[in-house]
C-alpha cells in the first residue's frame, strides 16, 4: 500500500537529532518559553523574512490572536466583516467567530482553489475591515490584488499561511516581490501540525509580522495577557509554543527549502504525466509559489475514483468533503449558494505527496490513474 502521508518515514531522518534535542531539554529543565523557542522564533522569523515570528499552541490559536490582537490594538472591533474563501478549512472561520468577527464568504477559482479576487469587492461593506486570505493546499492566493484591494478600502490583509510554509512570491513587478508566505501580509498565521511540509511532532503554530505594535501585543496575549509573571495587561489566553516542539522544529527547518522542491518535483509529474480525461488537474506556473502540501484532482465520480485506488494499493483523501457553509454548526448558513465551492468540495481527491515518496511509487500512481 503506498500511504498517503508516510509520517514515520518522514520523520525517521531526524531521529537521531530529536533525541538529542530531547535530552538537551530535560537537561535544561525549562520547559515553557525557553531557547528553543526564542531560537526558533528567531530562525523563522528569518526564514520567511519578517521582523517577528511569536510561537503559540497552534494554527487557529495563530489566527485567533492576530484579530483579538487588532482588536486590542483599536484597528479591528467586534463584528466588524471579515472577507475570507467559502472553501476553505474550517479553521479559518472558527477563528474569525472566535475573535467576534464576522466572516463574508467569497468563491474561489476553481483551477486554483484559491481565493477569487474578482469577486471580493462586491462582498466589501462598511462594516468590512480585513481579509484572509488563505494559501490553500499551498499556493499563494493572489496576492499582488488582494493586497491592491485592500489598500484601496484600507482594509487589513491576514495570511492563513498554515499549508504553505516556503511558499514564495514570483509575480513580476510586485510590491511584494520575490517575499515569502508569511511576509506578503500584514499578520500571517501558521500550523506546524505533523502532517505539514515543516510539522512537529505534536500541535504547534506561530505567527508572523512586521507591526512592532501587534507583536507586543501578541506575546501577551498567547501568556495570559502577561509581559511579566502576574502582570496582565490583557484578557489573554494560554497559547504557548512548546519548548519540545520548537526543538523539533529547529532541527527540521533547515532541511525545507529542500523538502518542498522534492514536493514541487512529483507534483511535476503529475501535472505533465497524468492524461485521463476523466481527472482535472490543479493550475500551477511552475515557479515557486506552491509547496504542495497536497497535489489536489477533482473528478465527476470520486468515489469510484477513491476506491479503484484503494484497490490497486493506492491511499487518498478528501480535503474537503463537506463545505464550512452545509456544516451542522452554521446551520444558519445551510441555505446558502455557493456553487463552486460546493463543486469543489463534491469532486476534490488528495493524491499522495511527500518529500519521502520513491520514483517508482509516484511512476504506479500514474500508471494506475492513466489506465482509470
Known sequence: MIK??????????????????MKLVLDKGWFILGDEVKTFETNFANYCGTKYCIGVGNGLDALVLIFKGYIQLGKLQKGDEVIVPANTYIASILAILQADLVPILVEPRLDTYNINPNLIADKITSKTKAILAVHLYG???????????????????????????????????????????????DAAAF????????????????????????????????????EKKYHNEFI???????????????????????????????AKRYLTEITNSKINLPYWDFSSNHVFHLFVIRTENRAALQEYLWQNDIETM?????????????????????PITEQIHVEVLSLPISPVMKTEEVDFIIDVINKY
Open 4 to 21: 498517503f502521508l508516510d509520517l514515520q518515514k518522514i520523520n525517521l531522518v531526524y531521529q537521531e537529532q530529536f533525541h538529542e534535542k
Open 139 to 185: 499556493q499563494l492566493a493572489e496576492m499582488q490584488a488582494i493586497n491592491a484591494i485592500a489598500n484601496q478600502y484600507n482594509l487589513i490583509v491576514v495570511e492563513d499561511a498554515a499549508q504553505a510554509h516556503g511558499s514564495v512570491s514570483v509575480v513580476p513587478s510586485a510590491v511584494e516581490g520575490q517575499l515569502k508566505a508569511g511576509n506578503l501580509s
Open 191 to 226: 500550523s506546524f501540525y505533523p502532517g505539514k511540509n515543516l510539522g512537529a511532532l505534536g500541535d504547534a503554530g506561530a505567527i508572523t509580522t512586521n507591526d512592532d505594535a501587534l507583536a507586543k501585543v501578541i506575546n501577551a496575549l498567547r501568556n495570559y495577557g502577561s
Open 236 to 266: 489573554g489566553i494560554n497559547s504557548r509554543l512548546d519548548e519540545l516542539q520548537a526543538a523539533f522544529l529547529n532541527v527540521k527547518l533547515s532541511h525545507l527549502d529542500a523538502d518542498n522542491q522534492k514536493r514541487r518535483n512529483i
Open 318 to 338: 478528501i480535503h474537503y468533503p463537506i463545505p464550512t457553509h452545509q456544516q451542522k454548526a452554521f446551520a444558519d448558513w445551510n441555505a446558502l449558494s455557493f
